[in-house]
């Protein structure tokens, strides 16, 4: 039978059953539709998560600590789960100084290396003072997309004394009923310990005087320990947290300093002490932590494998991502399963309307059996209304599933913003969901519609020529 003749036989008998065949490709239409919204949700609340992480950069950055002196397989060695293969092919562990950020700093595909600078100080604005955990910030945060949402102004330069100051700290510094941006321009004074070098033992001894001498401990440290005010005046104000807003990264804290002037305050912070506990052999700047990014993600993998062969402990988000990916992906499925459930349905109804049809069309089929037309053609012809039930079922679903999708992402907007938060987009319908979700349906109509069209072919045309 050809392919002309094929769809005008499917098309009339389509139009001969309408309420039948619309009801039909109705289920299928629901079918499809909750697949699809169930689907775009889960695709949506991935790419809200990847873009959350994203636009921070956090995707190109490893932060490397170093390695804690401890046997294989027990807690506290700090790079990570490794064999013993790989354990054998690690250098010991070393100090993270200088001559460390260096050689970081030298291997390919990076872009910079910073150190992690935190610390807990006293911001004081009067009458108000608070404790706050304070944070370097590099020059190259101001493009990350780290900062969206800030009022104010990024650091005028790498050496200035400003600060950036997170919403739910400036509320607190201010007197109560006062706006967060109240601070822009204000000066705050911070208090912190601040680190002093010590002179060598033989000049200290002959410059100290008697009621002035240094302690024992702070000798064996290398330096001594005194109390420091720095003001710096107020340039942005961050979202505060109840909106959403703020850094997303390692460093999250209430204040912002320039890397550059926050590595000058020669602040006090905890690897410092840990150092001195360790060793007092230590020569130049040890830091807790660095910060390198990378050109692009795919040279994260390699880059981290390059700083843990060094002696370091290197860690990044794509680690966590990668179960994270595994998450999203059963969560997919099951999506998928309980929205394939309604189209099962749906292919019961394509059944039961085939051999309806069957049924009423035997002389039909009894007519054009007698007339030449081979088991095969019949066969054809009930794939082929089976076949555009799916199709015109799939095309209405995918368009009643982004209906429902675009209710569900109005209605979260709504409710988001009446409980004062941003309304992040959780929906979306990519174009291979689109294409899947027809064919998918199409496919599901033309295995429905096996057994009858084998039953259609089997019909013995003489007695569907007696059937009345």
Known sequence: MKVRDLTELAARNLREAVLRNSLTTLGIAVGVASLVALLSLGVGLQQLVNRSVARAGLFDTVSVRPRQNTPFGQPGGGGGRRTPREGSNLEPP???????????????????????????????????????????????????????????????????????????????????????????????????????????????????????????????????????????????????????????????????????????????????????????????????????????????????????????????????????????????????????????????????????????????IGVLKALGAANRDVRQLFFAEAGVMGLVGGVAGVMLGWGIGRVIQFGTMVYMKRQGLSSPNIWSVPWWLVLGAIGFAVLISLVSGIYPASRAAQLDPVEALRYE
Do not use: C, W
């Not at 003001?231 to 460093?251: I, T």
């Not at 997919?332 to 292919?347: E, K, N, P, T």
């Open 94 to 364: 070393r100090a993270l100084d200088d001559a460390a950020r260096k050689e970081i700093a030298a291997l390919p595909n990076v872009l910079e290396v910073n150190p992690e600078v935190r610390f807990t100080a006293e911001a004081r604005l009067e009458p108000n003072s608070q404790l706050v955990l304070v944070s370097g910030m590099a020059q190259s945060s101001q493009s990350s997309g780290t900062l969206d949402g800030m009022t104010g102004k990024f650091f005028s330069g790498p050496d200035v004394q400003e600060v950036i100051v997170q919403g739910d700290m400036a509320k607190r510094l201010l007197e109560d009923g006062k706006a967060p941006t109240a601070l822009l321009g204000q000066e705050i004074t911070l208090r912190f310990a601040q680190r002093q070098a010590l002179p060598p033992p033989s000049q200290q001894a002959a410059a100290d005087a008697p009621n002035q001498a240094v302690g024992p401990d702070e000798e064996a440290m290398g330096f001594s320990i005194v109390p420091s005010e720095k003001k710096f005046r107020v340039v942005g104000v961050l979202p505060g947290s109840d909106s959403g807003g703020g850094p997303v990264g390692f460093n999250n804290a209430g204040l912002y300093l320039p890397l550059a002037v926050a590595e000058k305050l020669q602040v006090v912070q905890g690897a410092d002490l840990r150092d001195v506990a360790r060793t007092s052999t230590g020569v130049g700047q040890r830091y807790a932590a660095l910060n390198v990014r990378a050109t692009g993600p795919a040279a994260v993998t390699q880059l981290e494998s390059s700083i843990s062969h060094m002696g370091f402990a290197a860690f990044s988000l794509i680690d966590v991502t990668r179960n994270l990916r595994t998450f999203f992906a059963i969560f997919d499925l099951f999506l998928g399963i309980f929205g394939s459930l309604a189209l099962a349905v749906a292919s019961l109804g394509i059944i039961n309307t085939l051999v309806m049809a069957i049924l009423e069309r035997r002389r039909e």
